[in-house]
């Protein structure tokens, strides 16, 4: 089973989630929701230590996308439709507004 977290760069909690399916799949169809806080407490409890040095020295998020589109890719978007921007100096400002550190060189 395949969890996506998809506000997971969003700086606040969305009021509504929305859920769209353009093309019924053959098989496995199904999205669960997942609270955040229940995996939380199920980490804590089954992998104690490594909550513990997460909770202690951060963790690290990276997302490496390209100039473009990439539908053979699992994140399919480039930075340019991401940030809605060609200009890099401008996706980079969009994504300081969520808190995390640039990487668009």
Known sequence: MTLIKVSSLLPDF????????EEELESEGEMPVVLSHIVY????????????????????????TGDDDQSSSI??????????TDDKKVANERFNLINLTPLIN
């Open 41 to 64: 407490e199920q980490m804590k409890e089954k992998q104690p230590e490594f909550v513990a040095k997460v909770e202690e020295h951060g963790l690290k998020f990276i997302i490496v």
């Open 75 to 84: 994140g399919g978007r480039g930075w340019k439709s991401t940030y809605m």
């Open 14 to 21: 969305p009021t509504k989630l929305f859920f769209f399916c």
